[in-house]
């Protein structure tokens, strides 16, 4: 009974050893007083990261005690870095950063060439149909095709039969 009784307290003080956990919290504004939204907060000895808020607030749980050093990073702000000491439950740390020099980004043009264009400006003979004006007229394929240069089709009958295509002097059916 007194060995029972002795492990029952050594199991429940095990949990509040490992219970010394801190939350830390708090706001990131830059040096003319405005929050600082969307930026990244991280604790460095531990790897984990957080975003800041549309307020500039940030927020860890569950941080053992000790000491940590904080990085913020945002596109606005200049880099900062901050120990920290989490000692309590509830540990609050505001930080004040400054802001980045602004830099103009200069003029970027996007130039490219669509499917037709490469095709007609390549290095053997294509004639690109304009399937837009065709579908204007009534027209069936066959006979657009064979208004084409160097196309040929014959047709041993009328609508739905063989045809037989004959491109620049070679020819196939379909």
């Given at each position: 009974m007194k060995y029972c009784l002795i492990l029952l307290l050594l199991f429940g003080i095990i949990p509040l050893g490992n219970a010394q956990t801190g939350h830390l919290s708090g706001s990131v504004i830059d040096d003319n007083s405005k929050v600082v939204?969307?930026?990244?907060?991280?604790?460095?000895?531990i790897g984990i990261k957080t975003i800041t808020d549309d307020q500039g607030k940030y927020e860890f749980s569950a941080v053992k005690y000790g000491s940590y050093t904080i990085s913020i990073t945002s596109i606005v702000t200049q880099s900062h870095t901050e120990k920290v000491d989490i000692k309590s439950s509830k540990s609050i740390l505001n930080v004040k950063v400054k802001q980045s020099k602004?830099?103009?980004?200069?003029q970027v043009s996007v130039e490219g060439k669509t499917e037709k264009r490469k095709i007609e400006t390549s290095g053997?003979?294509?004639?690109?149909?304009?399937?837009k004006d065709a579908s204007l007229r009534?027209?069936?394929t066959n006979e657009l095709l064979n208004r084409t240069v160097g196309v040929r089709v014959r047709q041993s009958g009328g609508l739905g039969s063989n045809a037989t295509y004959n491109l620049n002097g070679m020819s196939g059916r379909a």
């Open positions: 939204a969307g930026a990244t907060v991280t604790l460095k000895e602004q830099h103009e980004l200069r053997f003979a294509v004639n690109v149909i304009e399937t009534n027209l069936q």
